[in-house]
Each structure stands twice: as C-alpha cells, then as structure tokens.
C-alpha cells in the first residue's frame, strides 16, 4: 500500500503545497514530506485528516494507494480487469472535488 505516493498525487493534482495541507491538518510538513516519500506510514486518523483538508473521501486515497503487491496471486487476474476502472472513478471524483474547490474559493 503505497498511501503517501496517493497523498502526494491528490496534493498536487489540487495545486496545494505541502506547506498548505501541513497548515490546514495541523500535522508538520516534515511528517508530511515522509508519509508522501514512504519514510512514515500515516495512522487511520492522520488519513481521514488529510483527507478532510483535501476534500475527499478516505476510500480514494487506498484506491490509489494499492500496490499490485498487495494483490494476493489467485486474485490477480480479477485485479487486472477492475482495477483500471475504479482506479479511473477515484481520479474522476479528485477531479470534481478540484472544479469544487475553485468554485468554493
């Protein structure tokens, strides 16, 4: 599970600075920098922060966190054909959550 790579990916595809989301979670931009680099694993309550700032539901962050080796191997085959799509569904809800944002600001 690679949630800091998901985190990072949300943060900049909504042009917020790790400086902001630090300021906006109470959390310090040295935490964040290592969950983003993989250095720290966030808690479940550092997530739902995070996500709360960023506007999203938790469940997009470990969509787009999944590591194919997370998948089991009997499972891998179901993985290769779902996962695209919802993977593309949790992008498409960043991308609306982004155009909400601006019309918010």
Request: net charge positive; with cysteine; aromatic share 4%.
């Amino acid at each position: 599970m690679k949630l800091g790579f998901a985190i990072k990916m949300v943060r900049t595809h909504l042009n917020m600075s790790q400086q902001t989301l630090s300021r906006k979670t109470g959390l310090s931009q040295t935490s964040i920098s290592q969950i983003e680099n993989g250095v720290k694993n966030p808690s479940e309550r550092t997530v739902k922060r995070i996500c709360k700032v960023l506007r999203i539901p938790d469940a997009v962050l470990y969509i787009l966190g999944v590591d194919e080796d997370d998948i089991p191997a009997e499972r891998k085959e179901m993985f290769e054909r779902l996962f695209p799509q919802i993977k593309e569904l949790a992008i498409q809800i960043i991308g609306n959550k982004k155009s909400e944002l601006i019309k918010n600001n």
